[in-house]
């Protein structure tokens, strides 16, 4: 077990689908309570309690309308279930009324910085880049959540392109958290049978290659997440990742720390969702993964459906940082670990 610190706080993101919206139009509760539950609990890494201190849910359909009725809900119903206070406000999105929504403890974190539209154009990079404070202290941190295109590869790489700055010398630690709608290379991250799927599928989350027969070969796309955490190469001279933007994947600093395979890779996708198996799309990513806290990171696989369905087609997840972590604090399972992901020299 760790020990929790003034500056240790807990994230958890989910894709909540379609906002809970029943067809009356109207937040099904029973559905969001359920979908949030796990984090009533307290974290994996620890028997102490430990409020989540930022929560980013996806697809927060038409929580905007009639006088933000869905995003006021769901700030209570958060309330009521993790015995918080939160504080909810919608993110900016440009393909409809289903944005991610960022909702926050004031008593453990405080934003000072958040930049959106306002009516005013703003820089698509900075669209709710979210500096908080971590209360108490001095620490900030950078909290960017995301929705990326769930049918483009290309429009993908483009928002990932637009993160890029935020990686290696950026001033605070940085989490880019949400659906980000894609996986990464390397050889430990869930695949997805591709010649299960249907075209528009392949089309959206895959890229055609040429193998020599006339069908040709369906493989991951890539290049989105890639960018930020850098590509995997397997040869026999260096087998690990190289270049990117500065970010590493939580779940591979996970297992780099001693979280087992199949947790620190669970696929975030519920099973029957996807024809040819559920992927690892919905993430965190850190600009520095020494305030990581080991042993935090759980995708929470539900127990079971109801009336016929899962609560949503995602799997919510979470981890927990200490800001007040120093450079080369972590201890990896192995230094060839550390060093395939880009997490140590």
């Known amino acids: 077990m760790t020990a929790l610190t003034a500056c ?52 927060a359909k038409q929580w905007g309308a009639d006088g933000n009725t869905g995003l006021l809900t769901a ?10 206070n939160y504080t909810g406000k919608l993110c900016s999105f440009d393909r409809g009324p289903m944005g991610p929504a960022v909702f926050f403890d004031p008593a453990l974190v405080r934003p ?34 995301r929705h990326w295109a769930p049918t483009s590869p290309q429009q993908r790489t483009d928002q990932a392109r637009l993160l890029g700055r935020y990686g290696d010398d950026w001033p605070e630690p940085v989490a880019i958290i949400g659906d980000l709608n894609a996986t990464a290379s390397g050889p430990r991250w869930p695949r997805r049978d591709w010649t299960k799927a249907y075209y528009r599928d392949r089309d959206a989350k895959a890229i055609w290659v040429p193998d020599g027969t006339p069908a040709g070969k369906w493989v991951d796309a890539t290049a989105p997440l890639d960018h930020l955490i850098g590509r995997w190469v397997d040869h026999p001279d260096y087998q690990g990742r190289i270049d990117g933007c500065g970010f ?17 890779f669970q696929a975030t996708v519920n099973r029957g969702i996807d024809l040819g198996g559920g992927q690892l799309i919905d993430h965190c990513l850190l600009s520095r993964p020494d305030i990581y806290v080991p042993g935090s990171y759980r995708t ?11 609560d949503s087609d995602h799997r919510p997840g979470e981890a927990t940082i200490n800001l007040a972590a120093k450079p080369g604090s972590l201890t990896y399972v192995n230094a060839d670990l550390g060093r395939q992901f880009g997490l140590a020299a």
């Open 8 to 59: 240790t706080r807990r994230i958890a993101w989910g894709n909540f689908q379609a906002g809970g919206m029943t067809k009356n139009g109207a937040l099904d509760v029973d559905r969001l309570q359920r979908f949030i539950a796990p984090f009533s609990a307290p974290p994996p890494h620890s028997s102490e309690p430990l409020p989540v201190a930022v929560f980013v849910l996806c697809e």
């Open 75 to 84: 700030a209570d119903v958060l309330s009521e279930t993790l015995g918080g």
């Open 112 to 145: 000072v910085r958040w930049p959106d539209d306002n009516g005013y154009p703003g820089f698509p990079d900075q669209a709710d880049a979210v500096r908080f404070r971590v209360v108490g202290t001095k620490q900030h941190f950078v909290i960017i959540p």
């Open 248 to 264: 590493r994947a939580v779940p591979e600093i996970a297992y780099a720390t001693g979280t087992p395979l199949e947790e620190a």
């Open 300 to 310: 929470h696989v539900p127990a079971r459906q109801y009336s016929g369905r899962w």
